[in-house]
């Protein structure tokens, strides 16, 4: 960075480490005993489609690659929503493929499309949903815990968070954790 960024207040956006998600599974065990949230075996990437056919030919060999556990959605704000679904107790696996889809898209050059990756959670009796969403662009992950309509149980995300905190590189800015409403998979 030079020193005219450094007197503009421009900072360098910090590089996305993918690796990061394997640390979902271990971060699984530590939730699940904090609060009691339990995979569901679903988890979802959010990218922005591209045009042309590089990025068609990339988007139907993910799907190919991952069969008929993929399903595709797009939402209201222009993204395109990779669902894959696993069994709950294949976390690892689950992560695997997540990581298989963001690493897919990175190494063709799509990587500036990718929004976020989520992993869901629940309490078996019914009790709340979680979701651990990973920031592509800021290599941070936060606690999403949507209710009925559009509000958020902040009492649960931030029981996440402190329950979280050692395990995943976590999103200090709270404004920045923002509402993925009708996420697949959530």
């Known amino acids: 960075m030079g020193w005219l960024d450094s007197l503009l207040g421009r900072s360098k956006p910090v590089k996305p ?3 990061a998600l394997f640390a979902l599974p271990s971060a699984a065990v ?13 988890g979802s990437v959010a990218f922005r489609a591209a045009e042309g056919g590089a990025f068609a030919t990339l988007e139907r060999d993910v799907k190919a690659l991952l069969g008929e556990r993929v399903e595709e959605s797009d939402d209201g704000y222009g993204y395109t929503w ?22 897919s898209l990175e190494d063709a050059g799509f990587g ?31 606690p999403f815990a949507p209710t009925s309509g559009q509000k958020r149980d902040n009492a649960l995300e931030l029981q996440a968070r402190g329950a979280l905190e050692g395990d ?11 509402p993925v409403w009708g996420a697949p998979g959530l």
């Open 168 to 178: 995943l590189p976590l999103e200090k800015d709270l404004s920045r954790w923002f």
């Open 112 to 142: 500036p499309s990718l929004l976020c990756s989520l992993v869901s959670f629940a309490r078996p009796d019914g009790g709340g949903r979680l979701a651990v969403v990973y920031l592509y662009k800021r290599g941070t992950f936060y």
């Open 17 to 19: 480490n993918l690796d």
């Open 82 to 103: 990779l669902l894959v679904r696993r069994s709950p107790d294949a976390l690892s696996d689950l992560v695997t493929e997540l990581h298989a889809v963001n690493s």
């Open 30 to 42: 530590t939730l699940q005993a904090a609060t009691g949230l339990v995979p569901t075996g679903s």
